[in-house]
């Protein structure tokens, strides 16, 4: 544990005492968040294992930065804010483009080569080089975007920080996720994936392999797999109800890469596209 992590857990263990007048106690949180922000650290990142490892004291770090700052009022041309927090800057600098209408919160991380369309991104979250965050996509707080992903138009990546220990959505290198699709509570999607659009993906989503039947997990989409949402028959004492599960329908090589058209065809003939 390092002396800024051990500053971070010392004020966490009396976060009730704090007040924005802590002027001290504000300087080291936003010491934690400005690493966060310039992407030398991350909230959470992928283990030896392939679990994810969630780094808990910048999660608390986040959630003392919103006790310990007031609220304040800009401008940006026509527009009014009033938060806790300002929007990144220098995005020229950090060579990522950001289309009108997109805005990222301080304390999240835009790698070289992200371009963000009218969209949002919230604290905490890390978008890896490359990424396109689409028209009206949303980046929860501490989502962890690899790079070269595509988050399609309307995607909703959910966001989580309470509590600290929680795990978040994790969508992994090169993955294409489709419009409106619902990525949350920790859900993750393997590296080189495609979600068909409308896709809901969460812990308790099952996710079935559509050759076999067999349940691959809830809430986990296999690396390099194309899948789509459906319904299974479930019986229950008032009837029978079709509940929702991802259905994996192909199984991609390693490093294959998408073919958008022969994706839509593949998807379409099943109902959805990319």
Not at 33 to 43: E, F, Q, T
Not at 197 to 213: F, H, Q, R
Request: include cysteine; charged fraction near 25%.
């Amino acid at each position: 544990m390092g002396p800024l992590q051990e500053r971070i857990e010392e004020l966490w263990s009396r976060v009730g005492e704090l007040s924005p007048e802590d002027v001290e106690a504000a300087e080291t949180v936003t010491e934690a968040v400005d690493l966060l922000d310039r992407g030398v650290v991350r909230v959470a990142e992928t283990g030896p294992d392939g679990s994810t490892v969630v780094h808990e004291w910048l999660k608390k770090a986040i959630l003392l930065l919103f006790r310990l700052r007031e609220l304040e009022t800009t401008e940006a041309g026509p527009f009014e804010f009033v938060d806790k927090l300002p929007l990144k800057r220098d995005f020229a600098r950090a060579r990522v483009r950001v289309v009108p209408g997109a805005s990222a919160r301080w304390g999240s991380y835009l790698a070289p080569g992200v371009v963000l369309m009218p969209s949002y991104v919230n604290i905490g979250a890390r978008v890896g080089e490359e990424t396109m965050v689409d028209t009206w996509a949303t980046v929860g707080s501490c989502a962890q975007i690899g790079a070269r992903v595509h988050l399609s138009g309307g995607v909703g990546i959910g966001g989580v920080l309470e509590p600290p220990n929680a795990q978040p959505v994790v969508v992994e290198d090169t993955a294409l996720i489709g419009s409106r699709c619902m990525i949350t509570q920790g859900a993750r999607v393997g590296r080189g994936a495609v979600i068909g659009e409308g896709t809901i993906l969460n812990p308790s989503i099952p996710v079935v392999d559509a050759e076999s039947g067999e349940e691959l997990g809830r809430g986990v989409v296999p690396p390099w797999s194309v899948a789509v949402s459906a319904a299974r028959r479930r019986v229950f004492s008032g009837g029978e109800f079709f509940l929702p599960c991802v259905l994996v329908i192909r199984r991609l090589e390693e490093g294959e890469r998408h073919d958008k058209a022969q994706l839509n065809a593949l998807l379409r003939a099943h109902g959805v596209s990319a």
